[in-house]
């Protein structure tokens, strides 16, 4: 199976640590949020990985060379990343929805289980991963279902109707790459297609077919947008280090790293 990372964006809101490198490569305990993508994605099986890129392209081709080199790993440029959102990094990426894929936001750490659960569920054509918690707030990316196919996703959902929130992970097996990709080009011929996020597509598709959800909820995770996300992401990934989980195992992660690049 193929996976579409985009982290294409500079990371604004991250400013000043942004200024002169792409938010994906803040590191978090010790390495870049590139890093343990790409090492968890290697870890569960995943053979073709694709990064989508912009903002610091060369750094990140940097990295990935020279940790990934004869690896299956491999960037996309996107060109238009100072004037568009993601839904524009999606589109570059089209070509590469050819098969059975994951899509991943390029922001998102999480621990090995989830993308283990994710991986296990049942056989659907779009399939979005999400969490829930006690209260949501403007940032989320909101969810409401129907007994847990996927009614609408979207930040400005009234939060009395919420049953979750997408952590920025989809898979899409069988027909979903194709009607995905089919909605991704109409889509990018609208007006406002530069301003707007490739979950929009998501959210028109589930008015239209049965788009299935997947709950990690008590699995860790984070998303990170601001400083203190940092902080809080640093402390998640620090205790994947020191704990001992058992299956797919962070520590079993850091030690696959470890091995790749020598350490």
């Known amino acids: 199976m193929k ?7 500079q990371g604004r809101r991250l400013l000043p640590l942004t200024a002169s490198l792409p938010k994906c490569l803040l590191k978090v305990a010790g390495r870049t949020i590139l890093e343990w ?18 903002y610091g392209s060369e750094k990140v081709d940097t990295l990935i060379s020279s940790q990934y080199g004869g690896m299956p790993v491999r960037t996309l440029y996107n060109h ?7 839904l524009v990094s999606c589109w570059h990426a089209r070509h590469e929805m050819n098969g059975n894929f994951l899509l991943l936001n390029g922001d998102t750490l999480f621990e090995a289980s989830v993308l283990t659960m994710l991986l296990k569920c ?5 399939t979005v991963t ?11 990316m909101k969810v409401i279902l129907d007994h847990g196919n996927l009614v609408r996703i979207g930040k400005q959902l009234p939060t009395d109707q919420v049953h979750g929130e997408s952590i920025g992970l989809i898979r899409f097996l069988g027909d979903g790459p194709v009607i995905f990709r089919n909605a991704l080009e109409k889509a990018v011929k609208e007006p406002e297609s530069s301003n707007r996020w490739y979950l929009s597509v998501i959210d028109s598709l589930a008015s239209e077919m049965a788009v299935m959800t997947c709950s990690i909820t008590g699995l860790l995770w984070c998303e990170i947008d601001y400083p203190e996300d940092l902080k809080h ?15 797919n195992s962070q520590a079993e992660l850091v030690h696959t790293h470890d091995s790749l690049h020598g350490h």
Do not use: C, W
């Not at 993508?37 to 912009?54: E, F, H, M, S, Y």
């Not at 999400?130 to 989320?140: A, E, F, G, L, P």
């Not at 992401?233 to 299956?247: Q, R, V």
């Open 80 to 86: 238009r990343y100072a004037t568009s959102d993601n």
């Open 3 to 9: 996976a579409i990372i985009l982290s294409a964006g």
């Open 37 to 54: 993508q790409i090492d968890t994605l290697l870890q569960a099986g995943i053979d073709d990985i694709v990064v989508v890129t912009g």
């Open 122 to 126: 049942p056989d659907a054509p779009v």
């Open 130 to 140: 999400i969490n829930s918690k006690d209260s949501y707030d403007s940032d989320d």
């Open 233 to 247: 992401a640093e402390n998640i990934m620090t205790a994947f280090i020191s704990l001992p989980h058992p299956g």
